[in-house]
């Protein structure tokens, strides 16, 4: 028997595992004790890597799309026929013509990123997509205006903090995103045991909140003019503390005046949280010396995540707890991403381009993923007539995805690289099969630059690939050779390592690729420590407290309150969830994460079942403008009333059979999330919040 270490790639939390195996047989997967960052945490989804590496679902050999369905080929043929398919389509409609999707697991891989850019490039396409915008794009635009760089975001100083408010998160289900914090629940409960507090401010009651010292209920969506009133109350009772930052901060005056209307009293009325409440955790906040106020999905992917995300950060700089011990961040990773990127002197005071169909703004030079479809449908110069989609799920994970579907149905030619034939992938003329984790080395360069401690790991491939798939970066790789006619430089991405860690800051002290392999369990370079001013990205190393940007989208909100929520037809709204045992779209084919009860059901507040006679376990009908599905009830009081939830991720089915989601009681949220929905600012998609409206369904006509 035999035992490996590494780091778990399934999600943020970089789970540093032990795993026991005989050959390819494993025997046990358990949380590696001895890992600086994580130190013994696991969830189950680590335990079902080895169902993704045996899963016989999983693609072993290319595929081809022919009038008898998917057929294996080889390489060679489907290198051959997907780059002679993207050439044409460039040559009859344009380089912007071939579309790009690049998915979640892109960023737990570092091979994607190395080779991507490559690619990319290679393409000369201006049509790109990818998740961030249907997630966190309003973090990187906040990061953008205010420090001058997209990838310039701070992470709660977890395990010094003693106050954590927390806002549109779910850590303890999640583990934390924009955030690598394995073991979330023992940070947490960590912080109250050393006298510290935990709020928790949602519109439901989740696992988390029900862990922490005080939940709040508010309305999906008005968390920007809670976030205000915060602010409001820090300037008109004097507790601004801007301690080391005082002399690089610029705008404080404009914030003055554009929370003076916001007070807690206006706020309370509209998010639903007395002003007496708001007021008390502001100033507790300011008492507490070292305090975070941590904001993630449920505010990044709302109406206005653009503005939530700016007065997070503003709140956290105005209470003095910003690149400060215990407050919000930023960490000092061995490889530094943003060293890879041109020298200093963001933002550009260019304007930010627009999208050719919605005009909507393309940060990071994205087309907002929640109008793929109209990109694809609307004619003209520029139309998507192809899709290359890398690691990506967006019929399940875009809003409106059966439009998405629609459309990608139409294309000219689409491929996809993927371990799965999927609810995308299977619209894909050819799919390229790709490697899973056990069968690829590991570094994680996107969340070691997000991570609560700094840390350094490498874990090299555990497994050899299995059957006839290859790495991403591989394919990658090959496609780019094949496009440009250059040579396929064909070096895996260790060198790319031992090159950025001999650049990198802990280079003088020994750290290089050798090193973190003989510390399979990882190296420990410290907690994290004030490095902003060092880090900033701005022309004049200046904070940009209130970029014109956001004052400018502050009107929008001003209209919106004026306008109230139309309820129309749609007395509901519908927020998203997640469950511990499923990651996006694509864990649904471990038995070990499927069994159990049914996860994919609606929460109904009691007041409203009765209301609406619906009882727990019936089934409804759910409508939004852009779709209906049929789903099971679970009565809760921990969700608000008036809110519905749904959690994300589902709608897929046994991979082997794709037919059988329904059947399986699993339906997608983005059937019912609407594509016209978006932060006109930041461009991500507004997820939550959803106007649906509730029918009563009889049981057999469920399926
Ligand atoms: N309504 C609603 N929608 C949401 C969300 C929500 O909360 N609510 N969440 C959003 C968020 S945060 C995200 S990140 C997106 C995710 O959106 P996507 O990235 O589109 O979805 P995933 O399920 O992560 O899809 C990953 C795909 O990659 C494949 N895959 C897995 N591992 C590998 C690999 O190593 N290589 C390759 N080539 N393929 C691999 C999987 O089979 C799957 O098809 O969804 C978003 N959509
Ligand atoms: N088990 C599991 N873990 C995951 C994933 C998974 O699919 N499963 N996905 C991973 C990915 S890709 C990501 S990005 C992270 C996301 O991790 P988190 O940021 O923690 O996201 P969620 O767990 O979706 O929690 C979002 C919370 O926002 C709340 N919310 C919704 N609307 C509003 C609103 O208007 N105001 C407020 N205040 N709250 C609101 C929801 O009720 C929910 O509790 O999780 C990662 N980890
Ligand atoms: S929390 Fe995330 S990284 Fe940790 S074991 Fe679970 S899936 Fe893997
Ligand atoms: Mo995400």
């Not at 399934?10 to 046990?28: R, T, V």
């Not at 350094?456 to 780019?480: C, M, Q, R």
């Not at 260790?494 to 369990?521: D, I, R, S, V």
């Not at 329904?662 to 998609?685: E, H, K, P, Y």
Request: aromatic share 6%; proline share 5%.
């Amino acid at each position: 028997m035999q035992t490996h270490y590494r780091t778990c790639n399934i999600c943020e939390a970089l789970c540093g595992i032990e795993i026991q195996h005989e050959g390819e047989k494993i025997i046990s997967i358990k949380g590696d004790p001895k890992d600086p960052l994580s130190r013994g945490h696991i969830c189950p989804k680590a335990v079902a890597l080895q169902d993704f590496y045996h899963d016989e679902d999983r693609l072993r050999n290319p595929l081809k799309k022919t009038e008898k369905g998917f057929v294996e080929i080889s390489w060679e043929e489907a290198f051959d026929y997907t780059v002679s398919r993207i050439k044409q389509v460039q040559e009859e409609h344009g380089m912007n013509a071939v579309a790009t999707f690049l998915g979640n697991p892109n960023a737990h891989n570092v091979g994607n990123l190395l080779f991507m850019r490559p690619f990319m490039k290679a393409l000369k396409t201006r049509s790109r997509f990818s998740a961030s915008s249907v997630d966190q794009m309003p973090h990187h635009v906040a990061a953008i205006h205010m420090l001058g760089h997209s990838i310039l975001n701070p992470v709660p100083d977890l395990d010094r903090t003693n106050y954590l408010l927390i806002m549109g998160a779910n850590p303890l289900v999640s583990n934390g995103s924009m955030m690598s914090a394995p073991d979330f629940g023992k940070r947490m409960r960590a912080i109250r045991e050393r006298g510290g507090k935990v709020v928790v401010i949602d519109p439901r009651r989740t696992e988390t909140a029900d862990k922490a010292d005080q939940h709040l209920f508010i309305k999906p969506e008005s968390d920007v003019v809670f976030l205000l009133a915060l602010i409001h109350v820090l300037i008109a009772e004097e507790k601004v503390r801007l301690n080391h930052l005082e002399k690089h901060l610029i705008g404080l005056s404009e914030i003055s005046a554009i929370v003076k209307r916001y007070s807690p009293d206006f706020a309370g009325e509209i998010c639903g949280i007395s002003a007496e409440k708001i007021r008390s955790i502001a100033i507790a906040m300011a008492e507490a010396n070292r305090a975070i106020l941590y904001s993630r999905m449920g505010l990044s992917t709302q109406t206005f995540g653009g503005l939530c995300i700016w007065l997070s950060n503003v709140f956290n700089i105005l209470n003095g707890n910003y690149d400060r011990e215990g407050g919000m961040m930023f960490p000092s990773p061995a490889i530094d991403p943003i060293s890879f990127s041109p020298k200093k002197g963001r933002p550009k005071h260019k304007s930010i381009p627009l999208s050719r169909v919605r005009q909507l703004p393309k940060y990071i030079g994205e087309i907002p993923a929640a109008s793929m479809a109209d990109e694809m449908e609307t004619e003209g110069e520029g139309q998507i007539k192809a899709l290359v989609c890398i690691a990506g799920n967006p019929v399940l994970s875009v809003p409106n995805g059966r439009k998405l579907e629609k459309a990608i149905g139409k294309l000219e030619f689409m491929v996809c690289a993927d371990i799965y034939v999927t609810e995308t992938s299977r619209h894909a003329d050819i799919i390229l099969p790709a490697s899973s984790g056990l069968e690829r080395s590991q570094y994680d360069v996107t969340f070691l630059n997000l991570a609560i401690r700094n840390i350094a790991k490498y874990s090299p491939a555990l497994f050899p690939k299995k059957g006839n798939v290859k790495h991403d970066w591989e394919i990658l790789a090959e496609l780019t050779a094949r496009l440009t006619g250059q040579e396929n430089p064909g070096h895996p991405p260790e060198l790319f390592l031992e090159m950025a860690l001999q650049m990198g800051q802990y280079a003088k002290q020994g750290l290089n690729l050798e090193k973190l392999k003989q510390h399979p369990h990882g190296v420990d370079l410290g907690p994290l420590r004030a490095c902003l001013l060092e880090r900033i990205q701005t022309d004049d190393d200046t904070i940009r407290l209130a970029p014109q940007v956001f004052l400018d989208d502050l009107q929008r909100l001003g209209a919106a309150i004026e306008r109230d929520t139309e309820r129309g037809d749609f007395p509901f709204q519908m927020i998203g969830r997640r469950v511990l045992r499923q990651h996006n779209t694509w864990t649904h084919n471990s038995h070990r994460l499927s069994k159990g009860r049914n996860e994919c059901t609606l929460l109904l507040n009691p007041e409203d079942a009765s209301r609406l006679e619906i009882s727990n376990g019936e089934h409804v009908k759910v409508s939004s403008r852009v779709g209906e599905i049929a789903v099971e009830v679970e009565v809760s009081p921990d969700i608000m009333p008036g809110v519905v939830s749904l959690p994300q991720g589902f709608g897929s089915g046994k991979k082997s059979n794709m037919q059988v989601a329904a059947a399986q009681n699993s339906v997608s949220i983005n059937d019912l999330t609407d594509d016209m929905r978006v932060d006109l600012l930041t461009g991500n998609a507004a997820l939550n919040g959803v106007r649906v409206s509730l029918s009563k369904l009889e049981e057999q006509s469920a399926n």
